[in-house]
């Protein structure tokens, strides 16, 4: 017996900056993995900074992520896909809303160890290293965790693809063959039509498949997932708070 796909389910895809030059990407970068019966739709947040390279910028845009979630989830959508790595106001709008909101890094790393034991980020400026190291030790995966490298590119240079395909193949490569590293994740949802084309210069290069995650793709997948689950944050670890009008 053939079941039914479920009722239309409606996802918002959140951009943690205030601007709107990266959405046409962002949606383009998940169209190949968003099922026929959901619903996408784009917003992002109107004060902060319009680009995220660094905690400062982290922090700025992070309650302005926190009160455009709560008004996703009083217009009734179903989930969030928050468009950063680095999961920008994502703990924090687990306090406020009661929907699955879900950021880059976790599901990004746990699809690389679902398909291999040890894993590096490539991601884009010196200035996000540090930030970046800390989030293994976070998940408690730091054992898994064998490297991350910076292609010195800025969020606004992540358009000329070529260009960053080559960087990030060739930081991809050092990680692997230096690093020991087994799969990359990339370390910015910016990085646009990359990871597949680095996926096969690596195995043109080494003889040998090596996954290389996007974390847009990864992470709206795994919100997808939650939803249909019907399960959400814990209220055991975000403890319910209402935002001040």
Known sequence: MNTPLNPTLRICVLVPVATSQYNERILKAVAPVVP?????????????????????????????????????ANDGFDGIWLTDFDMCGVEAAREVIDIPIIGGFPATAFTALALSQRFSIVTILQSTLAMQRGHPQTY??????????????????????????????????????????????????GFVDVASRVSQLLTKELGAYVPVIDPNQAGFSFLVSLVRMQVRPSRLTYSKVSLQS
């Open 36 to 72: 026929p019966d959901v619903h996408v739709e784009i917003r992002n947040i109107t004060q902060g900074h319009p680009d995220i390279e660094n905690r400062t910028n982290w922090l700025q845009n992070g309650m302005p992520v926190v009160e455009l979630a709560q008004a996703i």
């Open 140 to 189: 408690g995966i730091q054992d898994s965790f064998a490297s991350i490298r910076a292609i010195n590119c800025p969020v606004a240079q992540l358009d000329d693809v070529d260009v960053v395909v080559i960087r990030t193949f060739e930081a991809a490569l050092k990680a692997i063959n230096e690093d020991g590293a087994q799969s990359i994740l990339l370390g910015c949802t």
